[in-house]
């Protein structure tokens, strides 16, 4: 399994006002702006099932779009060490299931917005 869910595509406006909004809408909190304009973004704190994230970047026209689900290490006592410390959110496997299933779910609504095709 993969450790992040990664989409780069072509976007002509700002797509930064979406994320902000979809943020809001979805209880995800922007947790920081780096240098380059990387947008992060951040719903749980990863105690019981893991702290869901998002990454947007836009340069120009191009937008990096990166989701995944992180384990803190005291969720990954408690499953034995079974599930690693940052998943994917596309579907299939047995690790992660909810978190997975919720964060791509919220994942997908923002590229719906931006008129991308969903995270199978």
Request: glycine fraction near 10%; include cysteine.
């Amino acid at each position: 399994m993969a450790e992040r869910t990664v989409r780069d595509f072509q976007c002509n406006y700002d797509v930064a006002p979406y994320a902000d909004a979809w943020a809001n809408a979805t209880h995800f909190g922007l947790r920081s702006v780096d240098p380059d304009g990387t947008r992060n973004y951040q719903r749980g704190e990863g105690i019981l099932t893991g702290m869901m994230l998002v990454t947007v970047r836009q340069q120009g026209t191009y937008v990096h779009f990166e989701t995944w689900i992180h384990a803190r290490l005291i969720a990954r006592i408690g499953a034995l060490f079974l599930i690693p410390t940052d998943m994917s959110v596309e579907s299939g496997g047995m690790r992660g299931v909810v978190p997975r299933k919720m964060c791509r779910e919220a994942a997908n609504k923002l590229l719906a917005q931006l008129g991308q095709p969903p995270i199978a």
